[in-house]
């Protein structure tokens, strides 16, 4: 297995990127409202295969990204990983058609805190002094969800089992990170267009095949699938050069904006409640901001002595 840099700051990048983009995933997708969660889903596997498979043969990088489909012993890891975050995808369009927001809310609420457990427990990971106390803020945080949420369903087993997995799976069968989401796409892409054609009209209109929407509809779709490609693969990417305790205390990036692009920009108001969970889940991404800002200044002068 890869070994990991704490001080990866190509990989900080990389994983602050995905977390910010995914968090203005709700703004975007407000532009495409009478259509289904289902739709958007299969939209976005369908047109993030199609910009990949285009970018990387004007790129003559398509062979290459798609060897490991020719190894037969790689197949069990790419159908695990492609069932995985199928799952994962689809459990973010499900939950909230079905009255089930808060549950995937305290979902990607605990998920980061069990990834900074498996790191410490099964990968050996250390923290530092600050890392631990963002943690344990941020766990006062998660309590109060949890509080209010009335305990677990399946939907926050789900996502806290599933994401995980996921990511030490991507761990351990080192793939390029574009090879990676390309494949799981491809292979997601037959349900996908089936998908498409049983479930994606507008207004109940049916489909004569995947495109059969208006210009605008498809330019729409087209950016769907960057805002959803983008930070994926960044995503991929920092799993693959932070350990995984820091990979998911900076995870907490995603529902911290959230929370403030749904106050901002959706106008949704904020019950007492939500500023006991989210309050201090902003107060912990602010020190470990402070931590990363110390360490670099700490690298810093050791490199200049």
């Known amino acids: 297995m890869k070994t990991h840099n704490t001080h990866d700051y190509k990989g900080l990048g990389f994983g602050i990127s995905a977390f910010t983009l995914f968090a203005f995933m709700p703004l975007y997708v407000q532009l495409l409202a009478p259509l289904s969660g289902y739709t958007l889903l299969n939209q976005r596997i369908l047109w993030s295969t199609l910009i990949l498979i285009v970018g990387l043969s004007l790129w003559g990088k398509l062979k290459f990204y798609l060897r490991p489909m020719l190894n037969l012993k790689a197949w069990p890891g790419l159908l695990a990983g492609s069932v995985l975050v199928g799952l994962q995808w689809g459990i973010f369009v499900w939950a909230p058609l079905n009255q089930k927001t808060l549950d995937l809310s305290l979902g990607y609420f605990l998920m980061p805190l069990v990834m900074v457990f498996i790191g410490k427990v099964f990968l050996g990971e250390k923290l530092r002094p600050l890392q631990w106390l963002a943690i344990i803020i941020a766990g006062f945080g998660v309590f109060m969800a949890f509080w209010h949420a009335d305990g677990l369903s399946w939907v926050v087993v789900l996502i806290v089992i599933g994401y995980p997995l996921y990511l030490i799976l991507r761990r351990i069968q080192v793939l390029p990170t574009v090879s990676a989401f390309l494949i799981e796409n491809l292979i997601l892409l037959p349900f996908a267009i089936l998908g498409i054609l049983l479930f994606g009209g507008i207004e109940g209109q049916?489909?004569?095949h995947p495109f059969d929407y208006s210009f605008s509809w498809l330019g729409l779709f087209l950016g769907l699938a960057i805002l959803g490609s983008v930070p994926m693969l960044c995503f991929i990417a920092a799993n693959q050069r932070l350990p995984m305790s820091?990979?998911?205390?900076?995870?907490?990036?995603?529902?911290?904006?959230?929370?403030?692009?749904?106050?901002l920009f959706l106008g949704e108001s904020v019950p007492p409640n939500e500023i006991m969970t989210y309050g201090p889940i902003i107060i912990g991404l602010g020190i470990l901001a402070v931590d990363g800002v110390r360490l670099g200044i700490k690298r810093h002068r050791i490199n200049l002595n």
């Open 206 to 208: 049916a489909l004569s």
């Open 246 to 263: 820091t990979l998911g205390l900076i995870s907490y990036l995603e529902p911290a904006l959230i929370f403030v692009v749904a106050y």
